[in-house]
């Protein structure tokens, strides 16, 4: 787990604000769910998921609560909608932490941020297009070009029950041929044996059935709608027979957004799909629902490696040296707060010299001075220090306008601007 210093924390208060203006736009409100919940509601998500089975942070409370830190947003999303009831179709969007006990590596930590939307109550293709749409404007917003969407259909439930006793049936025949870990997976799940990525399991995992043939006719139907949405959005996608993602509560649709500078064990920037099945499990109606979350950290390194989306300090407009025993800066720095401007100041009483050297450091657009003259006289001294112009002196009660007016040297950036 990590401390995020200024200024990268600014990014990443950025980066969510960023993701809300996308999603607000299309009609989704923010939910704002416990990181703590009933155990159950995570155990739910199934019992084949190793973010369940091994990975969470579980304890008893005071209270002799089985509570769970939520390793994923998903499944409290539905435990609200279970709760609460809302009129569909409920359009939700959510940013935050999430913990899992994973081994940390660069873009895999054991707290880690993510962002996501879900729609529950509609069972529309058009909406699961709508949805990767968002996750594609998203990541054009931040300026990102190296990505790969891959799209994939695990059919309904019992498509993908009959795909995953073939996909059984082939593994097994290939017997010791596959690495023990990928033995202990088919176990588990066979499914996720398509994800192992070692040597020797390759030649088993290209020759296995592909979920295409398993589709149903309707399956089939919602997955074309989907590819022509794509196709009408322009959106560039690849079908993935392969893909099948960590979770399993996925039916139909199911989506990936990869980067191109990560390894590739953590490319995955994001990911989402179909679900049903969750809402029913917590006690609400039978509800489909779709939706996907966004990795923080692991979006944040694409952005270093692609150059984009940089972090950017706060522009201050002044930093305030005053030599006179520093109650002047209390007020100045007050006045331009309360006029909307940003304004540091040096403390300590430090000398001139020691307080000057802050404000460049500071990287502010203006040093406002005040030595023992401008204070018997009511003035100040405005020294411009990014743009090479003359100092001046100004009476004290202009300054705000001053400032204000001066484009130069009080451009107002708040680094607040999305590109
Ligand atoms: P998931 O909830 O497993 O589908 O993951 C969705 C996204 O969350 C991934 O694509 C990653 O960007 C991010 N993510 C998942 N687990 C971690 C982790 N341990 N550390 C950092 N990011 C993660």
Known sequence: MRDILPPESARWRRFAEVFADVVERAGYGQLIPPLLEDLGVFTRIGDATEIVTKEMYDFVDKGDRHVALRPEVTASVCRS????????????????PNFRYEKPQRGRYRQFDQVGIEVLGVDDPYLDVEVIALAWEFYQRLGLQQLRLIVNSLGEPDDRAHYVDALRTHFEAAGDQLTEQSRATLERNPLRVLDSKREPDQAHIASAPQIGEFLSDDAAAHFADVCAGLDALAIPYAIEPKLVRGLDYYRRTIFEIQGGTLDSA?????????????????????????????????????????????????????????????????EITAALRAAGLAADRGYDNRSMKAQMKLANRSGARTAVIVGDDELAAGTVVVKPMQSGADQVTIPRDELVAHLSTHSDLSDTVTGTDTP
């Open 266 to 330: 953590q490319n995955a920037l994001g990911g989402g799909g179909r679900y049903d099945g969750l809402v029913e499990a917590l006690g609400g109606p039978a509800t489909p629902g779709v939706g996907f979350a966004l990795g923080v950290d692991r979006t944040l390194l694409a952005c270093d490696d692609e150059g984009v989306f940089a972090p950017e300090p706060v522009e201050l407009d002044a930093f305030v040296v005053d030599v006179t025993g520093g109650l002047q800066a209390v």
């Open 81 to 96: 909608f279970a709760q609460h009831r809302p009129t569909v179709p409920w359009k939700i969007f959510y940013s935050g």
